[in-house]
């Protein structure tokens, strides 16, 4: 599985590296209020790529900010319920909450 997953990466990367060789000419992007970016193509389409992750991660980070949030909401809650069942138990005298019967001393 590995050696087909690795086969996948370097087909993949040649035929983007055969891309980026093949469009290295000269074009120009034209922006607001009359700006023009002179630039070859595939850094032109580099941008463009950084500027989508860019734009998912931003969309992205409040959903991540609030799982994260519960998830350490629910850690407290966990250990507050660790520490009073803890409690209980050290209050019957015994850590153990059934009877065992083992060798008499």
């Known amino acids: 599985m590995k050696l087909v997953a690795w086969t996948i990466r370097i087909v993949l990367f040649v035929l983007l590296f055969v891309l980026a060789l093949r469009n290295t000419g000269e074009a120009a992007l034209q ?9 070859p193509l595939i850094l032109i389409l580099l941008a463009a790529f950084a500027l989508g992750i860019v734009a998912a991660l931003i969309a ?3 959903a991540l900010m609030r799982q994260r949030m519960e998830a350490s909401r629910l850690r407290r809650s966990l250990d507050a ?3 009073q069942q803890a409690a209980e138990s050290s209050e019957r005298g015994t850590g153990v909450p059934y009877n065992i019967m083992g060798p008499k001393v």
């Open 31 to 39: 922006l607001f209020f009359g700006a023009v970016w002179h630039a």
């Open 60 to 62: 992205v980070a409040p």
């Open 81 to 83: 319920a660790r520490a």
